[in-house]
């Protein structure tokens, strides 16, 4: 079946501009992650979402990052007034049980977000 | 806070040989304990992970890994490397949910594998 998919593959902004990340998680999937990979900081967990649960914002390094979830569907991941610091890649994974023993995260393919 | 630790940059191996890349972690209570790979230019493909029972986990393309409790590690290995077995391999933990940690997995700072003929 499909994986996990995410628009646009590539994103090159402007300092200052604000953009939106979308995943689209496997379907069935209940919980859904970002997480972020960069060179200097590895691959770090950002936000996660459970079904109807408040998010664990916990990773967001700033209030610039924000996401939504719709029900158990499309995620949106918005940066606003990018910094050139941003420039990652954003991954996002969703998994079928949530904390479970079974729990296995799937990533999809990723945004490269590149920040001039 | 849970953590992980891959002391190696990069393994060298030649195709037929064996292969292993480290990983140890720290975390309180049980661990989840995952390994993923990533090949140039794509998201992060699932290869095994264990959770509870044998310490000798089976995955993918004839990956497995050993879960050693006293030594903290979970070591990925292959008995006879391929050269496409060449990527950028990534260890993550996660608590247990008994142990509040949440369900965000920590990663390690990645092992590039080099396999050569």
């Known amino acids: 079946g499909a994986g996990v998919s995410q628009s646009p593959s590539n994103k090159v902004t402007e300092k200052g501009k604000d953009v939106e990340l979308r995943c689209d998680p496997i379907?069935?999937?209940?919980?859904l992650y970002w997480y972020r990979q960069s060179l200097g900081q590895g691959l770090e967990f950002l936000i996660y979402?459970?079904?109807?649960?408040?998010?664990?914002k916990s990773g967001l390094p700033s209030d610039r990052f924000s996401a939504e979830r719709t029900g158990e569907s499309v995620s949106t991941l918005t940066i606003q007034r990018t910094q050139q610091e941003d420039s990652a890649v954003y991954l996002c994974?969703?998994?079928?049980?949530?904390?479970?023993?079974?729990?296995?995260?799937?990533f999809g393919p990723g945004t490269r977000l590149l920040v001039l | 806070a849970q953590s992980v630790a891959q002391p190696e940059d990069q393994v060298n191996v030649a195709e037929g040989n064996p292969l292993t890349v480290k990983c140890t972690y720290s975390?309180?209570?049980?661990?989840?304990l995952f390994w993923y790979v990533q090949y140039p230019n794509r998201g992060l493909q699932f290869l095994l992970k264990?959770?509870?029972?044998?310490?000798l986990v089976k995955g993918s393309y004839g990956f497995e890994a050993e879960f050693n409790k006293s030594q903290t590690s979970f070591h990925l290995k292959k008995p006879s490397a391929l050269v496409s077995d060449s990527a950028l391999y990534f260890c993550?933990?996660?608590?247990?949910?008994?142990?509040?940690?949440?369900?965000?997995?920590?990663f390690g700072t990645g092992t590039q594998l080099k396999v050569e003929l």
């Open positions: 993550a933990v996660r608590a247990s949910r008994l142990t509040g940690g949440g369900n965000k997995l920590t």
């Open positions: 264990y959770i509870t029972g044998d310490n």
């Open positions: 979402f459970q079904g109807n649960s408040a998010p664990d």
């Open positions: 994974a969703s998994s079928l049980v949530a904390g479970g023993t079974q729990e296995t995260q799937y």
């Open positions: 379907s069935g999937h209940t919980a």
């Open positions: 975390v309180s209570g049980n661990p989840y």
